[in-house]
């Protein structure tokens, strides 16, 4: 990294939760006085991307609902206000030039966007720049991702990035993360746990199925990832269809987020000022087409 890098930029997590407790995930458990790189999930793919950028990473906000992960849309709504400070503060200090909103569900992003446009902040997110790089490397996509509520939650996403028609569907791998009322112990945060210490596991053979599923069944031609704890699985789900005989681009939100935002930067573009508005532009139409 180095300090005379064009790119400045903050990774902000959608929450931070405590380290102690049975709600734990990976990344966003991690106690905050560990080092940015200890911190980073997935750091082993994801730090390449940030060779030639000056980075910092935020701590992540309390979630205002509880001490475990966002499913529900009305725990994304409480995850969006904490981080839209965070993102507020960050611009106000003048020190970058790109806000990474880090998290698959991107809680806060497009009020993230009208902040970072009027402070000249660039600001990317997971789900956004992974569809919009997924158009890009073929017709169509389909998202690997947890169950559950979050399905549901990451359709709505669809719908606002108004990429219905380039989306084939949206595959589940039979995990989701701990929460209150849970009782099978086999959670996702299990399975990543026992991924990293190399073992053999059932989420790396779903994932890959469902992503094969997605192309053979759904007419799939590039694989996403939905939640944030699904990312481990990229390389996983790369081989895993290279095995198989599949040249398929398969992407993850942190990677897809921090490359969308340097080629914003290189452009020398930022959100449009009619769709980012702020409250009194300068200027306006009388008429809004929809």
């Known amino acids: 990294m180095s300090k005379d890098s064009k790119y400045k930029f903050i990774l902000i997590p959608p929450f931070h939760l405590p380290d102690e407790n049975e709600f734990t995930v990976p990344g966003y458990s991690v106690p905050k006085d560990k080092s940015r790189e200890e911190r980073l999930l997935n750091a082993d793919f994801v730090l390449p991307h940030l060779e030639d950028v000056d980075w910092e990473l935020h701590p992540g906000a309390k979630p205002p609902y509880g001490n475990w992960s966002v499913e529900t849309r009305e725990e994304f709504a409480h995850a969006a206000t904490a981080r839209m400070g965070c993102v507020r503060e960050a611009c106000e200090t003048g020190k970058y030039n790109a806000a990474i909103l880090l998290g698959g569900g991107e809680p806060g992003f497009l009020e993230s966007r009208e902040i970072g446009r009027e402070f000249g902040v660039v600001v990317t997110a997971n789900a956004f720049s992974q569809m919009y790089l997924a158009t890009m490397l073929g017709d169509s996509f389909s998202i690997?991702?947890?169950e559950g509520v979050h399905n549901v939650y990451y359709r709505d996403l669809v719908r606002t990035h108004q990429l219905t028609h380039r989306c084939r569907s949206i595959r589940s791998i039979g995990y989701s993360l701990p929460r209150p009322g849970d009782t099978d112990p086999d959670t996702l945060t299990k399975q990543c746990e026992a991924v990293a210490r190399g073992e053999q596991n059932i989420v790396v053979e779903r994932a890959v199925n469902q992503a094969e599923a997605a192309i053979v069944e759904d007419g799939a031609?590039?694989?996403?990832?939905?939640?944030?704890?699904?990312?481990?699985?990229?390389?996983?789900?790369?081989?895993?269809?290279?095995?198989?005989?599949?040249?398929?681009?398969?992407?993850?939100?942190?990677?897809?987020?921090?490359?969308?935002?340097?080629?914003?930067?290189?452009?020398n573009v930022n959100a449009s000022g009619i769709t980012y508005m702020g409250a009194r532009p300068p200027k306006m139409n009388s008429t809004l087409f929809v």
């Open 144 to 146: 690997i991702d947890i």
């Open 221 to 267: 031609e590039v694989i996403t990832l939905g939640c944030s704890m699904t990312f481990f699985l990229k390389p996983h789900i790369e081989k895993g269809l290279k095995d198989r005989g599949w040249d398929v681009p398969v992407l993850e939100g942190y990677t897809s987020s921090i490359e969308l935002a340097k080629l914003m930067i290189n452009l």
